[in-house]
C-alpha cells in the first residue's frame, strides 16, 4: 500500500531552520526521483525541490536555491528537506512526492497528510 508520511513542520522564526522528513512506502523508492512541494496559505502547490533517483543530482525552486538542501536515503526510504535561512514566504504544508508527477492509487493522484510550515515573529 502506497504511503508518503511527512513530518518535521512547525513554527520558526525568520531566519531559522527547520528539517522535514518524508517515510515512503508501497513503491520501489529507489526507481523515483523524488521532489518537495508546498502550498503556501490561499495559493496553489508550488513546486520547491528535486532530487535523482540515486542522488546524483538535485535541482531547486530559485525561490528557495542556497537555502534548502535535498537529500534521500534509498537504505531507508526516506527523503529529506533541510531548510535554513527561513523566511515568512515559506510558510506552507509541505509534501512530497515522486517526481515529476504524483503517485497514483487506483487511478487517483496520491498525496501525503503533508506537514505544515509557519515562519513568523
Known amino acids: 500500500q502506497v504511503q508518503l508520511v511527512e513530518s518535521g513542520g512547525g513554527l520558526a522564526q525568520p531566519g531559522g531552520s527547520l528539517r522535514l522528513s518524508c517515510a515512503a512506502s508501497g513503491f520501489t523508492f529507489s526507481e523515483y526521483a523524488m521532489t518537495w512541494a508546498r502550498q503556501a496559505p490561499g495559493k496553489g502547490l508550488e513546486w520547491v525541490s528535486g532530487i535523482f533517483e540515486d542522488g546524483s543530482y538535485t535541482y531547486y525552486a530559485d525561490s528557495v536555491k542556497g537555502r534548502f538542501t535535498i537529500s534521500r536515503d534509498n537504505a531507508k526510504n526516506t527523503v529529506c528537506l533541510q531548510m535554513s535561512s527561513l523566511k515568512p514566504e515559506d510558510t506552507g504544508v509541505y509534501f512530497c512526492?515522486?517526481?515529476?508527477?504524483?503517485?497514483?492509487?487506483?487511478?487517483?493522484?496520491?498525496w501525503g497528510q503533508g506537514t505544515q510550515v509557519t515562519v513568523s515573529s
Open positions: 512526492n515522486i517526481d515529476p508527477r504524483p503517485i497514483t492509487v487506483d487511478g487517483t493522484d496520491y
